[in-house]
């Protein structure tokens, strides 16, 4: 297995496809029951969180403890980052109380990249900047799975930001890695520079594109990031992108509704439509943990990955 | 096989008066055909069938960091608190699966009993562990290697003994 994980093309399909497996018996009782398994005793998970996060940090927690790993949350608001401590030092210092994986979240892009080449741990990404979130992507995969069986031929459609989407990137290459059709859906603005060789179709029409699709993945309008200067207002976004029960309708039968988390109510997605019965957002959150376990079980279940580093 | 099987089930009815109470779980992947083929002749016998389940040891190994992750199953067990749990494996070796085995069941509930139903015991134990019924003991080198092979799984029925090819095995890590 792989030592880090910084982005989802760090995994082929077999690798994926194994993740996903994984994750299926951690829920072999049932959806929402985990048990507690006694697998990573001794190990120790850092989770090093430079930008705000409920359920990505909550999850790993979960995940890391389901497990019996230690966890140490360490997050930069009452730290010495607040005394102007740089990733690099942050990261040495971690280090040398001996951890065996980092989860990190950073608001640049790079970020893990840069913490893999200082630090013996395995690094997991949990978001960089609008660079990547494969593990956000692995459990979008394994919810679509759960209803799908594969992935072949499903049309995929992600609406919205996707310039500033961490979770639109992962998402976009580890579905074409699996065989899906993804589309992206927005105002031009909102489009990535250079999608053309992203080698998915773009569209501004929603509607054109919602009868078609097997899944519609909204993104959140990431106003923290200066998205709301990319579109005149939110009202008139909310009106001819946004999902209300009225325009989901337009979707089949068994399609489904998706969306990372946390929502703008109202702006993206409103409420009614995200509580119709096709919703899996709250199974994404659910799914999340048992995706983060298998991760956990197969990078740090394996050989002492550190023990391999040669000692100069 | 079959009359090994017979044998055993056998075996439990008696000890345990019945099959009362009586639930066969089987070690993932092998164990687990065991266990139905147990319960189903447990059933002819006593004219109920006893509750089985499949159990996945991965995640209670004890070589867990010393090798690479093994693949994991999905353990699906009935409820055992009270029950006289007989724990199926188609091979008793070292020892250590057995060991596994036995705390992934103690986290899943309190049974009043555990008994261990093997097919093949091939000796060389590691810990302090041995089976309440045994198919057939087959004394073995440690350079030996015993396959059980399932209809179900591998098309026929049989044990095949055989040598460790060290050299594919090296070639192999």
Do not use: C
């Amino acid at each position: 297995m792989i030592r880090h994980l910084l982005s989802i093309k760090d995994l082929d399909p077999e690798g994926i496809e194994r993740v996903l497996a994984t994750a299926a018996t951690f829920q072999a009782d049932g959806p929402r029951i985990m048990r507690k398994y006694p697998t990573l005793r001794g190990k120790t998970v850092v989770n090093l969180f430079y930008e705000a996060s409920t359920r990505t940090r909550t999850s790993f927690e979960l995940a890391a403890k389901r497990l019996s790993a230690d966890v140490v949350n360490f997050s930069v608001s009452g730290s010495a980052v607040e005394k102007g401590e740089s990733l690099k030092d942050t990261a040495q210092t971690i280090e040398a109380m001996g951890v065996d994986a980092i989860v990190i979240r950073h608001s640049s892009s790079g970020a893990p990249n840069r913490l893999a080449g200082w630090v013996s741990a395995s690094v997991i990404n949990a978001g960089d900047g609008m660079h990547e979130h494969p593990t956000q992507a692995l459990l979008d995969l394994y919810t679509i799975r759960q209803h799908f069986g594969s992935f072949s031929g499903l049309r995929v459609a992600i609406v919205g930001d996707i310039a500033h989407s961490r979770v639109a990137r992962s998402n976009v290459w580890g579905l074409q890695m699996m065989g899906a059709d993804v589309t992206l859906v927005g105002p031009p603005t909102l489009l990535p520079p250079r999608v053309e060789g992203w080698g998915v179709e773009t569209t501004a029409d929603i509607e054109a594109v919602l009868p078609k699709a097997d899944v519609v993945y909204l993104l959140r309008m990431q106003l923290e990031r200066g998205t709301g200067a990319t579109v005149p207002t939110l009202r008139e976004y909310s009106r001819l992108w946004g999902l209300d029960a009225a325009r989901a309708t337009l979707l089949k039968d068994e399609a489904l509704i998706m969306h990372p988390g946390p929502m703008n109510r109202g702006v993206e997605i409103t409420a009614d439509a995200a509580e119709l019965p096709r919703s899996v957002i709250t199974d994404q959150v659910a799914n999340g943990v048992a995706v983060r376990m298998a991760l956990l079980y197969l990078m740090l279940g394996g050989r002492d990955a550190r023990e391999e580093v040669p000692v100069e | 096989m079959q009359r090994a099987v017979a044998r055993i089930a056998h075996e439990i009815t008696e000890r345990n008066k019945g099959a009362r109470d009586v639930v066969l779980i089987g070690v993932l992947t092998r164990g687990v055909h065991l266990a139905e083929r147990l319960a189903d002749r447990i059933d002819s016998i006593e004219g109920t069938r006893p509750p089985t389940g499949a159990l996945d040891i991965g995640l209670y190994r004890d070589d867990i960091g010393m090798r690479d992750p093994v693949a994991l199953a999905p353990t699906k067990v009935p409820n055992i608190d009270g029950k006289i749990v007989v724990l199926v494996d188609d091979v008793l070796y070292t020892g250590r699966s057995s060991r596994a085995a036995l705390d992934a069941l103690i986290d899943l509930g309190r049974p009043k009993a555990v008994q261990l139903a093997v097919l093949i015991d091939r000796g060389h134990r590691e810990l302090p562990i041995r089976a309440d019924y045994v198919g057939k003991n087959v004394p073995t080198g440690r350079n030996e290697e015993v396959r059980v092979k399932i209809a179900e799984l591998d098309g026929e029925d049989g044990v095949e003994l055989g040598r460790v090819d060290e050299t594919a095995e090296e070639a192999a890590r």
